[in-house]
C-alpha cells in the first residue's frame, strides 16, 4: 500500500506558487467571507513520500456545498462546476537521500462567485485520498 500523501489546503486572499515549489501567499487562512465572494485562492501543500515519487499522482480540486455536493455555476455557456484537475508527478532529485519526503505545491485563484449564504468546502482529491477545506459565506448587509 502506497504511503498517504500529506496535504494542505489554505484559503487566501491572493497566492501564487514559484518553480523551486514555494507558495507566496497573501491573507492566509480564513474560513469566512461574504457573498458574493472577492477573487481569492486556494493553495495546496504536498508532501509526496519517497514511494510516490515518480509516478503519476492524479488530482481534482473542487468547491462543493456542506453536503460535498459539486457547486453549479451560471455563466454565459450554460452552467458548470468550479474544479481543476490533471496528474502530477514528482522526480526523485539527484542527490536526495531515500525515503526523503518531497514538497510539492500549487494554487488555484478564483474570481468573485455569486454563492448564495452557507457552508461551503475546497475538496481535493489525489492519489485516492480525499482532503478538505470548509468555509463559510455570508450576506453583506446593505452600508451602513
Known amino acids: 500500500m502506497a504511503s498517504p500523501i500529506e496535504v494542505q489546503l489554505i484559503l487566501c486572499d491572493a497566492a501564487v506558487s514559484d518553480p523551486n515549489g514555494k507558495v507566496h501567499m497573501l491573507g492566509a487562512g480564513w474560513s469566512f467571507t461574504g457573498t458574493p465572494t472577492a477573487p481569492h485562492a486556494v ?39 468550479l474544479r481543476h ?13 531515500p ?27 489525489i492519489g485516492g485520498q480525499v482532503e478538505v477545506k470548509s468555509f463559510a459565506a455570508r450576506s453583506q448587509g446593505p452600508p451602513g
Request: glycine share 12%; aromatic share 6%; charged share 20%.
Open 43 to 81: 493553495a495546496v501543500l504536498l508532501g509526496i513520500p519517497w514511494d510516490r515519487t515518480n509516478q503519476k499522482i492524479p488530482f481534482e480540486l473542487e468547491l462543493c456545498d456542506e453536503d460535498g455536493q459539486p457547486v453549479v455555476l451560471a455563466t454565459g455557456d450554460g452552467t458548470q462546476n
Open 99 to 125: 525515503g526523503t519526503t518531497l514538497d510539492a505545491s500549487f494554487t488555484l485563484s478564483i474570481p468573485p462567485l455569486p454563492l448564495t449564504a452557507g457552508r461551503y468546502q475546497w475538496r481535493l482529491s
Open 85 to 97: 484537475a490533471g496528474n502530477m508527478e514528482i522526480g526523485r532529485p539527484p542527490g536526495v537521500d
